[in-house]
Structures are given as structure tokens and as C-alpha cells.
């Protein structure tokens, strides 16, 4: 059985793996980290929050300061989704954010049955992922 | 030594008595009594609710009971509204609530601000404890209590509440009370929230729960005393009035099932309402998944200077149990009013579950009363007697937005959902606080009910809505500013149009922040101040690949008299702080921006001050962003073409801003190829990213990756243990600037011969 624990991750009860929900690509074992299966970007808060007024002349600009915070990208090494998001300290190590217990998780699926997955997700596209 | 301790004589319980009675008599000062303040449990069920419960137990007769009960809170909460005086009355920053014979709220009103519902409860018991028994005080039939010092429960000293007992034939079958946020509060800045204050003794009136009302009068003495401690006499009278009018309607409903029902049925109303909502809780908890979550929200300053703040935050859920775990977060600032009491840290994270997780619960105390909280002893989350707190919005809020952002990772997977996932609401005051005199001659200290008006956060299916509902009360308006205007020396020449490009964009996008731009007009002795976080680092976090919100600053517009302009270019004027801060249309005008942490600052006539509200967070991959909705953004002003192209990767006709979908389905893909293309294996990033300390350009406080027992002060060389308290001062932020300077002027060999 596959639960779905965030709009692009799931784990497969039965390998113990994070795996992608988008391209099906298995990032990480479950008890883990899933950011340690995936690729990062330190992102320039600048490119995503664009200075509304005018950094030339003006100290604070609706944009985020990039020497005092940086946006941490998390993205699927295979089909290129971004699973997360974390704006971080510059330096400060990225959050272990979703510590499973599987075999607890097992148990609780293994009681509730298949019927019991949420169906909501990713809008996934039929020719994505696979096609590299 | 050891002799002596070994011999020494056990004291008999007769002495044990004689001990305790002799320091009950001589105790000097009955401060905020940490058994009562540290907890947040339902007290134990008593015999006489054992009885009770006994008695009357029939699920029909509870449900029918509470919903009189419920409607009698709402009847008082309509009248708290329509009639209060204080502006947050009259949007809604109140709550009525019934509370046991042991000061648990058992029911409260459905509208208003839901924090209150945890935190109303601490005056009662210390009532209770100290008041019910002492020859000199008593609690009679008749009598009310006044309360506002936080330090006694509640969350800054804004909010005061009106406290009654209610007696069936001599009895106390339990309390009912009314708080509203009066504002005004006497403090060293108006209305109410000091962030200038450097100690308690800054922060104004400071009532511990005390006797004002006896045979339901306002005792008149005590009044005149209280009306010479704050800047706004007559509203402190009205609505002291008014709370105390609300109680007495739901007394009435009350009696008048205590009439119909009898005692019995009451009290077991109250008590199973609580036990029954804290095992349904308990049910709730244990369905989500077994998971350890993690993350931080940053202040980015104390209101007085910039630094980096961290609210930690690890949430465990095992079981049916559910911990949070705030240790590692920022140490307490001796001199600074960000702190909060503990519980309003409790207060506020309560209203994650009763707004935003389980909405349908029953609301009161119940709702949280199973939920563990594990802080650092005088940290900024549970800060000691000491420090002032009248600021402490800033980390109970912060501390919301932690809770609710690890609440959404575990919600996702759950079978049985009772709202939808959501990414984190903006939760930063982003209004004008204002004060002086008024064009009639009155003194007033307030502010704008803008305060409401934060962006929400993008949910699983949709985009967040524009300036929604504040976060601590998502029942409450913004407000007519019109009405305001007939009040207030001042207008808002600008009011409610969005900010265009202060976005959070994300498969669903963050609901948006209105431009505010204010200017004084018929006062001469008439200022404004701000009281936010977020100018440099965002208050948020994003959801799932979604982005938080971005930063917003204060603009000021100095030496100018915009009236003036109005009346005679008014072409010059602009609509929007882009425009007018990077056109710059009038001459000799000085342009400025700041940090929100703006304290009282007097204003002239024509001057502008310009804020935003904040956006809420996005949620998902921006890339899966429904083109059609991007170009609905660009039509309603959210976001400009240029921006949205560039991150959405949107292909369209810059005139008629027609889709060309198969040109953005492939500038997506190749996005998605270039992300690939430009990012890092995490063991590879991390070897060039993480750093031992925290980087030595920033005043930095709080705890660094994973050792969440090591504190930082300031330097990567200040350090205290989580669990060892140390005085943590910040300097003057004019000496700071005055030193910078002189710093100059010994390099520049300026400084002469001045003698030290
Ligand atoms: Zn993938």
C-alpha cells in the first residue's frame, strides 16, 4: 500500500520508501530524510519576492534581505518537481522536517485498508517524468 | 553536617499546619502564581460534578442545555459588540464564555477572538485560590472582577476582562466573563501595546483580578481611579459598562435554566462538555500518523532593531498524545517587548485547532487541554515576571504560525479531515496604531482594524483569500474606515487596493495584502506607530513547494503636505507606495523606508505613512499553477505580466494576454529540466552550505541545527544553556547608530580633542 503523506510525496508501506508522486522515483528510505533523495537550490528570495520600490535607493523594498535569509529549494531528481520549500538562515542546516515512524505507520494503515487513501494530489500529467 | 541533617527532628502535621498558616499570614505579595499559570488542563472533576453528572447525564439534555448556554455567550457577544466603545469591540476582538465552579471555560461565544478562550481561565482560579477565602476580599453574589496584567493570565495588557461569579440559592455554580481589547492601557506609548517598553513598569495599568463591582454596581471610587490610569477616561467607564451588562444577560440565561433544568443539569452541561471534547480530541490525535515535525519561523526584529529571532518548534505526535516542543527557541529579551507568558503562546496555538483544524468542536478550553507544550524557562515563548511582554503578539503569533505549518504535514495523509490542508495564514499586524488629540478636542489611543485584514493561506485546492480574517480571530472585520474617519484626525488616502507583486505564489497562490496610506489632517498633536515583523525576513513558511509571503516595509513621505497637492496638482499624486516611491512626484519631499517596528512618532499635516498587509503562504509547485488563474491574477492587479512570466512560466500575448498553452507547457518542462540542471545532491549541498554557528553579520538568538540546548545571544560567541537563564539586554538602538557613527569619525581623524 502507498500513502500519500504530502501533495508530492508518498511512502510504499511495503518497501519503506519515500517515493515521488509525480514520476513514481523512489527518493529515500522512509524511516529517513526524504531531502536527503533530493536535489536543492539555494534560491536568492530576490527572484521569487522582486523589490517593489527601488534597491537603489532604498534600504527595505517588499524583498526579502538576501544576506539574512535564503529560500532552499527541494526538487525531484528525476521529473524536476518542487516537493518543498525552506527559507533558511544562511548556513543553518536544512530541517530533518518529517521524522516517519513506520512500523507505526504500517499498523495504522494496515488496520485502515487501501479504501482509506485520500485521493487528492498533483496534477499529473501523462507524458512527465518518465520521458528523460 | 551530616549528623546534623540526618537527626534533625521531622515536624509533626499539627506543626506542618501551625508552619503553613504562618507563612499564608505573612505572604507579602501574591504574585502570578506559576501552579496556576503554567498549566492549561482541565482541573479535576469535583464531587459535586460527580454528583452532577450522576444526576443528569442524558446526551439529548446536555446538547439542548449547552445550546441555551451557547446562545446566551452569543447574546453577550452581540452586545459587547454594538454597544462596546473600544474599536475592538466593535470588530469583534471580544469573547464571552461560561467557566465551571473551578474557572474551566466549559462554553464560549461562537464569534470573536478564540485566544481568550484559553487564557480567561487563569484570573478565575487565581479568584479562586486567593480571593474566595481571604475575610478582606470574598466572592458574594453580585460582585465582578476586573483583570487585565498578563502576567495573571490573558495576552498583553490591552485586554481587560470582567469576571462574575453566579450563585444558585448561596452556591457558586460557576463564573461567567467578558474580555474585550480595550487598547488604551496607560503604557508609555498609546493605545495599549508599547513596543518601546523596556520593562514591566512601561507597559501601564497593571490589573491583577480585583473586586471593581459589588451589587452588580461599578464601585465609582475605584472607577475614577482606573480612568486616571489610562489616556481614554470615558471608554474605560463604558466599557467596563458594557462587559459587565453582557455578563449579567447570560446570568440571566443561565438562571433561567437553573429555573427550568435545575443545578445538577448546569453543572454536568459543563463538565461533560469539556470531558467529552477532550476525549474526542484525544480520538482525533490518535488518527493522525506517528511523526516527529519540524521547523522555525523567524522575527526578524524586537520592533526596535533587526536581528534574527527563532521560534523553534518540534511537534511529536505519539499515540494520542501530541507534544509540542517550543525549547531552542529565541532566550527572553530583558529589555525588549516581544516576550510572551507561556500562555499565550497555549492561547494561540489553540486557535490552530479551533479555527483552522477542528472548527466544529464545541469551543472552549477543552479544545487544547490535552496538548503537551514543552518550553525553555525565560525564553521568548515562557518568559519570567520581569520581562515586559506588552509585545508579546509578535511571538505568539510566530509561534502560531510554527504550529500551524507542522500541523499541515500531519493532516495530509489523514483519512478523516475536518477542514482542508492549509499553508500558513500571513500573522503580523500590519495596521496603523495611532493616537493624540482629535479634531473634537478628544484624547484618543487606538488603531485601525486593518489589523484583520491578513492574507490566508492557500489550502489543497485553492488559493488563499485576500485579506481574509486575522489570524487569532477568523470571525472579526476590518472595519468601515469611513466611520473611523468621523473619529480620527486623519484619512486613509489609500485603503484596501492590493499590493501588486507582494506575492506567494505556488500552485495555489497566497490570498494578498491592501496598501494603507495615512495622513493626518485636523491635528496638530496627532502620531502613528507600527508594530510588525517581517521587513526583511518573511514571517512564514511555504507548503509543500508552495513560497511563504515576501517582506513589507513602513514608507514615509516627509516634507510634504499631500492635502495641499490634492487640492492643488492632484495630478501628481500616485496610488500606490511603487509609484510614488520610485517616481518620487514631489519636489523637496524626503523619501524614506524602515523597519515596522515604527514607536509613537508625531505626524504633520500632509506627511504620508505607507504600509501593506502580508499575503498568506502558497502552496504546491508554482509550475502546476493553472495558466488561466495566472493571467486572472494579472487581470485583478495581484501580480504584474513581467513577474508572472518570469516565475510561472506563463507563455501569453502581452496585449490581449491570450495563452499560448503549448508554449507554456514546454517553457515548464524545460523549467522543470533547469531546476534539475541548477540544483545539488543534498550530502553534496550540505557540505558547502551548513556552518557550525550562526553567521557572524547577523544578531542571531536562539538555538542552530540540531542542538536545540544551546542558546544563542547575539554573536556566535554568546551562548546560554535552554535551561539556564541569562540576562539578555539589547542596546539603545540610538547609541548603537551613535557609536556607528563616532566609529567614523575616529577613522576619518574628526573626533578633535574631545575629553573622555
Ligand atoms: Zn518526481
Not at chain 1, 88 to 106: E, R
Not at chain 2, 245 to 266: H, M, S, V, W, Y
Not at chain 2, 500 to 512: F, H, L, T, V
Request: aromatic share 8%.
Amino acid at each position: 500500500m502507498k500513502v500519500p503523506m504530502t501533495e508530492y510525496l508518498r511512502i510504499d508501506l511495503d518497501t519503506e520508501k519515500w517515493e515521488c508522486r509525480v514520476c513514481d522515483h523512489v527518493i529515500a528510505p522512509a524511516e529517513g530524510n526524504y531531502k536527503e533523495g533530493l536535489l536543492v537550490h539555494n534560491r536568492n528570495p530576490r527572484d521569487i519576492h522582486p523589490p517593489i520600490i527601488d534597491p537603489e535607493k532604498y534600504r527595505f523594498t517588499f524583498s526579502p534581505d538576501p544576506d539574512w535569509v535564503r529560500i532552499l529549494e527541494f526538487c525531484c531528481p528525476s521529473c524536476g518537481t518542487q516537493v518543498e520549500t525552506e527559507y533558511a538562515i544562511p548556513g543553518h542546516p536544512p530541517l530533518w522536517d518529517m521524522q516517519v515512524d513506520v512500523a507505526a505507520l504500517k499498523a495504522q494503515w494496515a488496520a485502515r485498508g487501501p479504501s482509506a487513501v485520500p485521493d487528492a494530489g498533483p496534477v499529473v500529467m501523462p507524458d512527465r517524468g518518465h520521458g528523460h | 553536617m551530616n549528623d546534623m541533617s540526618t537527626r534533625a527532628k521531622m515536624p509533626s502535621t499539627e506543626e506542618i499546619t501551625l508552619i503553613k498558616k504562618f507563612l499564608d499570614d505573612t505572604t507579602l505579595f501574591l504574585g502570578p502564581d506559576p501552579e496556576i499559570m503554567q498549566n492549561h488542563d482541565l482541573m479535576p472533576r469535583t464531587d459535586i460534578e460527580d454528583a452532577a453528572i450522576t444526576t443528569v447525564s442524558d446526551a439529548h439534555t446536555v446538547a439542548k442545555i449547552r445550546d441555551r448556554i451557547q446562545a446566551g455567550c452569543d447574546e453577550g457577544f452581540e452586545m459587547v459588540e454594538q454597544m462596546g466603545a473600544a474599536p475592538g469591540a466593535k470588530w469583534g476582538d471580544v469573547i464571552t464564555g461560561v467557566y465551571s465552579a473551578s474557572g474551566d471555560l466549559a462554553i464560549a461565544s461562537a464569534g470573536g477572538v478564540l485566544i481568550f478562550s484559553a487564557l480567561v481561565h487563569h484570573p478565575i482560579k487565581f479568584i479562586i485560590k486567593n480571593w474566595m477565602n481571604d475575610p478582606t476580599v470574598g466572592v458574594k453574589e453580585g460582585d465582578g472582577f476586573i483583570h487585565n496584567d498578563s502576567r495573571y493570565g490573558n495576552v498583553h495588557n490591552t485586554d481587560q476582562s470582567m469576571i462574575l461569579p453566579i450563585f444558585h440559592k448561596g452556591k457558586l455554580v460557576c463564573w461567567v466573563a467578558s474580555t474585550v481589547h480595550e487598547g488604551e492601557n496607560g503604557a508609555i506609548e498609546p493605545g495599549g501595546m508599547p513596543s518601546m517598553a523596556e520593562s514591566p513598569s512601561d507597559e501601564g495599568l497593571k490589573m491583577s483580578p480585583f473586586k471593581v463591582v459589588e451589587n452588580y454596581q461599578i464601585k465609582r471610587d475605584i472607577l475614577t481611579f482606573l480612568q486616571n490610569s489610562v489616556r481614554e477616561p470615558k471608554l474605560q467607564y463604558e466599557d467596563m459598562k458594557v462587559k459587565l451588562f453582557a455578563c449579567l444577560r447570560i446570568k440571566q440565561r443561565i438562571e433561567e435554566t437553573l429555573n427550568t433544568d435545575g443545578p445538577e443539569a448546569l453543572v454536568a452541561t459543563l463538565r461533560l462538555t469539556m470531558e467529552n471534547v477532550r476525549a474526542e480530541v484525544k480520538r482525533r490525535i490518535s488518527e493522525w500518523p506517528d511523526m516527529t515535525v519540524r521547523t522555525y519561523i523567524i522575527q526578524d526584529s524586537t520592533l526596535r532593531e533587526n536581528c534574527v529571532v527563532k521560534i523553534n518548534c518540534k511537534l511529536t505526535k505519539i499515540g494520542d498524545r501530541l507534544i509540542f516542543d517550543f525549547r531552542g527557541s529565541s532566550p527572553e529579551f530583558t529589555n525588549r517587548a516581544t516576550n510572551t507568558i507561556v500562555a499565550g503562546l497555549k492561547g494561540m496555538l489553540a486557535q490552530v485547532f479551533l479555527c483552522y483544524v477542528w472548527p466544529d468542536l464545541p469551543r472552549g478550553q477543552a479544545a487544547f487541554a490535552p496538548i503537551e507544550v514543552i518550553t525553555d524557562p525565560h525564553s521568548i515563548v515562557n518568559c519570567s515576571y520581569d520581562a515586559p511582554n506588552s509585545q508579546s503578539l509578535m511571538s505568539i503569533f510566530t509561534g502560531f504560525t510554527a504550529g500551524q505549518h507542522a500541523v499541515a504535514k500531519f493532516l495530509y495523509s489523514c483519512p478523516e479531515k475536518f477542514t482542508k490542508v492549509h499553508a500558513p495564514t500571513f500573522n503580523m499586524i500590519n495596521t496603523f496604531i495611532w493616537g493624540g488629540v482629535s479634531q473634537h478636542g478628544e484624547t484618543l489611543g487606538n488603531l485601525c482594524a486593518d489589523l484583520n485584514g491578513m492574507g490566508a493561506g492557500a489550502t489543497v485546492n485553492r488559493d488563499g483569500e485576500h485579506a481574509l480574517a486575522p489570524v487569532f480571530a477568523t470571525m472579526a472585520d476590518i472595519g468601515e474606515q469611513e466611520l473611523n474617519e468621523e473619529e480620527v484626525p486623519f484619512l486613509q488616502l489609500v485603503s484596501k487596493k492590493m499590493t501588486r507583486d507582494a506575492i506567494a505564489p505556488g500552485k495555489y497562490r497566497g490570498g494578498q495584502g491592501y496598501t494603507m496610506m495615512v495622513a493626518t489632517k485636523d491635528s496638530e498633536q496627532w502620531g502613528f506607530m507600527t508594530t510588525a515583523q517581517g521587513a526583511k525576513i518573511p514571517p512564514l513558511q511555504g507548503l509543500f513547494g508552495g513560497y511563504a509571503c515576501g517582506t513589507y516595509p513602513l514608507c514615509k513621505v516627509k516634507d510634504v503636505d499631500v492635502y495641499d497637492v490634492l487640492m492643488n496638482e492632484p495630478e501628481r499624486f500616485r496610488h500606490s507606495i511603487e509609484d510614488l516611491m520610485n517616481e518620487q512626484p514631489f519636489d523637496e519631499a524626503s523619501y524614506s523606508t524602515h523597519h515596522m517596528g515604527m514607536g509613537f512618532e508625531i505626524s504633520k499635516r500632509g506627511e504620508l505613512f505607507m504600509i501593506s498587509q502580508g499575503a498568506g503562504a502558497g502552496y504546491g509547485d508554482l509550475l502546476e499553477r493553472d495558466p488561466g488563474d495566472v493571467i486572472k491574477d494579472i487581470e485583478e492587479g495581484l501580480i504584474s505580466p513581467g513577474v508572472a512570466a518570469r516565475l510561472y512560466k506563463v507563455v501569453f500575448d502581452a496585449k490581449t494576454l491570450a495563452i499560448d498553452f503549448d508554449a507554456t507547457e514546454a517553457a515548464r518542462a524545460e523549467e522543470r529540466q533547469a531546476r534539475i540542471a541548477r540544483s545539488t545532491p543534498y550530502a553534496e549541498f550540505i557540505k558547502g552550505w551548513n556552518k557550525p554557528k550562526p553567521p557572524a553579520h547577523l544578531q542571531y538568538f536562539g538555538c542552530w541545527g540540531d542542538d536545540t540546548g544551546t542558546l544563542y545571544m547575539g554573536s556566535p560567541e554568546i551562548t546560554r544553556r535552554g535551561d539556564q537563564p541569562r540576562p539578555n539586554y539589547m542596546t539603545h538602538p540610538k547609541d548603537v547608530r551613535i557609536a556607528e557613527l563616532e566609529a567614523r569619525l575616529i577613522a576619518a581623524g574628526a573626533m578633535g580633542d574631545e575629553k573622555k
